[in-house]
């Protein structure tokens, strides 16, 4: 053999050996110490479960900052005086219930305590209207509730559903037989809210014909469904108010609005019935309503750190995690997402800290690597959204993003062997980037790589649900890497002391090899693949 030709094969394996072994040496400031050191801080009380554009939220993102300050990442963000930030700032948008309240006789009822609301209305200063009952707010040729009733300017009370016959065969007045029209059933508040609006109602009542604890679950479930109304947008809402809504009341509130009882209400309901026949005289009241829909701005921002590459500068590689978490439950307890996404978020300065240490060290990446703590992703990934949108480097030159989100415990499927992780889209766009994966973990960690949840079919979409995808949607390569659901997850009970760093540390070194490999090797990665 050419004796050149050996000796550039053999400077090449040499070559080789020693960049693998600058990665195992700085691989060492990895610790489990150290990612505790962090942890106690991002998921301490005093951040108050880091909720989007929170000043908790706002305090985590200044610590993470100062260390990578401190590890001498730059910072690219541009800020509003012309300089450099490690904040990228955005703003998410929502319009809210404020204060929704119907005052009967002096008592006060509470929304989504005593009663909820079916779709959307605006009343942004309390008004007082009189009130008068409608049956059950139908209009047939065969039945008529509003025959010779005057409903303009006013309320009216309906009763949910449509008459049965009172035959007592379980048939419906209007149809003669046990199929029910459109005047029954989970949208029939619909047409009776449109025809009563059309024949000059302000506002509609429907009495529910739920009781009790049925009546408190429903309440909490429709109070769950409103937060839709309710959700923050990356753009300003802009909502058609058309005042097509319904309170949905029980009886006894009703029964208060009307001066009468509940039994005497539910009577007349069954006499409607009975009779075939509209009510001869409709019961009457007074009600003060108010419900205020409201536009709240939240000002948020990712924390984006930068080192700079060396030959290959101007390729960058994307490390990310989501700095916060879902905040203070409605009856005052912190959730302070130690793992959701704690984890990640210390990984990612234990990652800096060792790539700045080899940089120092004159070891530093070839290409640029990309620090990036997004935010919003509880609220819908909306941080990572922006970032794609308005990308602080060009995506074009972003060869990867490696995602790690909630690597500090265990799965039931796990809780016997916890030398494992999920990996999730490692070969959805990029079969080199499965592989060096792969090797990474044969050579240096030995885990079990489970990839369970990367199966098209696997019901949970994890693919879908962190802040990955935002790359992946624009052609990025991507890994998640996550250690599964547990019984703490968004819960309280999510705190430092159930964090298993030992564990952790060695997922993070399985992110550090994989990442020196991507930021180092001469090629950069292909995108070869578009699986789903």
């Known amino acids: 053999m050419n004796k050149n030709l050996m000796a550039g094969m053999f400077l090449s394996v040499a070559t080789l050996a020693n960049a693998q072994d600058d990665a195992s040496e700085f691989a060492k400031s990895i610790t489990p110490e150290d990612l505790k050191k962090h942890l106690v801080i991002i998921a301490s009380d005093s951040l108050e479960g880091r909720d989007t554009g ?11 900052s100062g260390f990578y300050k401190a590890y001498g990442t730059t910072p690219i963000a541009p800020a509003s005086d012309g300089s450099k930030s490690y904040l990228q700032k955005y703003n998410l948008y929502k319009r809210a219930w404020g204060e929704v309240y119907v005052k009967v006789n002096g008592r006060k009822y509470e929304f989504n305590k005593d009663f909820y609301l079916n779709g959307l209305v605006s009343i942004p200063e309390e008004v007082n209207t009189p009130v008068v009952t409608a049956g059950y707010g139908i209009e047939e040729s065969s039945y008529n509730d509003y025959a010779n009733l005057d409903v303009k300017d006013k309320s009216v009370i309906l009763f949910d559903g449509e008459p049965e016959s009172g035959s007592g065969s379980g048939k419906f007045l209007l ?103 509209p009510a001869a005289k409709n019961l009457t009241g007074n ?45 005052g307890e912190i959730n302070n997402g130690a793992d959701d996404d704690g984890s990640g ?46 990308p602080l480097l060009p995506l074009k030159n972003t060869i990867a993003d490696l995602n790690i989100d909630m690597i500090g415990r265990v799965d039931e499927a796990h809780k016997n062997d916890p030398k494992y992780v999920y990996l999730i889209g490692s070969d959805k766009l990029s079969s080199t980037l499965h592989a060096i994966s792969e090797d990474a ?43 599964g659901v547990h019984e703490d997850y968004h819960k309280p009970g999510d705190d430092v002391e159930k964090i298993m760093f030992d564990k952790q540390a060695e997922i993070v070194k399985l992110v550090f090899y994989t990442a020196w490999e991507l930021a180092n090797r001469d090629e950069r990665i292909v995108v070869d693949s578009n699986k789903e």
Do not use: C
Not at 54 to 64: D, I, L, R
Not at 306 to 321: H, N, T
Not at 445 to 470: E, G, M, V, W
């Open 345 to 390: 978020t210390v990984s990612l300065l234990e990652l800096a800290e060792a790539f700045s240490k080899a940089k120092a060290a004159g070891k530093g990446p070839r290409r640029s690597i990309l620090f990036l703590n997004v935010t919003g992703e509880e609220k819908g990934l909306f941080g990572s959204e922006y970032y794609s949108e308005n």
């Open 287 to 331: 009600v003060s309503l108010k419900a205020e829909r409201v536009s709240e701005t939240i000002e948020t921002e990712n924390v984006a750190a930068f080192m700079e590459g060396s030959d290959k500068k101007d390729e960058v590689l994307v490390i990310s995690a989501h700095l916060d978490h879902i905040g203070i439950s409605p009856n």
């Open 441 to 483: 973990n044969k050579k240096y960690i030995n885990y079990k790589l489970d990839y369970t949840f990367n199966d098209a079919k696997d019901p949970n979409r994890f693919y879908y649900r962190s802040d990955h995808y935002n790359f992946a949607k624009m052609g990025v390569p991507v890994i998640f890497y996550f250690t």
């Open 175 to 277: 149809s003669g037989s046990g199929e029910k029209s459109k005047w029954s059933g989970p949208v029939s508040w619909q047409p009776k809210v449109k025809l009563a609006i059309a024949k000059g109602a302000r506002f509609v009542f429907i009495v529910t014909d739920k009781t009790g604890e049925d009546l408190d679950k429903e309440i909490r479930q429709r109070a769950v469904m409103s937060r839709r109304f309710s959700a923050p947008t990356l753009k300003p809402v802009e909502e058609s108010l058309t005042n097509m809504a319904a309170f949905v009341i029980s009886p006894e509130m009703a029964a208060s609005i009307l001066k009468t009882s509940a039994a005497a209400l539910l009577k007349s309901k069954t006499a409607l019935g009975k009779s075939g026949k």
């Open 54 to 64: 929170s000043p908790g939220q706002k305090k985590a993102a200044e610590y993470v």
